[in-house]
């Protein structure tokens, strides 16, 4: 690939600053709203550990936490991080039956490093977040269990959503709107000659 590359380790100590001139690591956060800031996570609830992310621009705030599983009583320390987000992206990989090995032909999970929607919800409200955005979907899920589960995660959060592909999601308004996707149906008739 033809383009300068600048590889670095992070560490969760840094902070990523990006304004008009370029991409800076700094061990503080810039007060400027005009520069968008990515701080760093550690979390250790994956085998080998895994970092979380929060951007922050113009008063608003995003958290992109995968490959996270639970704890009994929530990752306070995850909570923390996240707290007062406009919008968390959370790992919500399994059903509790499935997490618990109680869903028929399905293993129990409990250690691989992946939620389930109620710990994705238990975070959520902990860290007081204004939305909730499930995702990491278990790639055996049709896409009906996926819709069961994020109904069923209404019930425990309130501004919650399911992801799907092409979901967009606008959070400088008051209240974040879930928009789907314009999508063309087309068929194609094959005839045989």
Do not use: W
Not at 31 to 54: N, Q
Not at 126 to 153: K, M, N
Request: hydrophobic share 40%; aromatic share 8%; with cysteine.
């Amino acid at each position: 690939m033809n383009a300068v590359k600048d590889i670095r380790s992070l560490k969760e100590t840094d902070i990523l600053t990006f304004d008009s001139n370029d991409i800076h690591i700094n061990p503080v956060s810039t007060l400027d709203p005009e520069t968008a800031t990515v701080k760093i996570h550690r979390s250790y609830a994956h085998p080998g550990g895994v970092y979380a992310y929060r951007i922050e621009y113009r008063g608003h705030a995003l958290v992109y936490a995968t490959d996270v599983e639970g704890y009994v009583g929530g990752d306070r320390r995850l909570a923390n991080f996240a707290h007062g987000a406009d919008v968390l992206i959370h790992d919500a990989q399994y059903s509790e039956e499935h997490y618990r090995g109680q869903a028929p032909g399905l293993p129990p999970t409990q250690g691989y490093g992946h939620s389930t929607i109620q710990m994705a919800c238990e975070l959520a409200a902990a860290a007081q977040v204004r939305e909730l955005v499930l995702f990491h979907h278990d790639p055996s899920y049709a896409d009906e269990t996926i819709d069961r589960l994020g109904i069923q995660a209404q019930g425990l959060f309130s501004n919650v959503h399911a992801a799907y592909e092409g979901l967009v999601m606008d959070i400088e308004g008051e209240r974040l709107q879930a928009v789907k996707p314009q999508v063309e149906v087309m068929s194609a008739v094959a005839t045989a000659r």
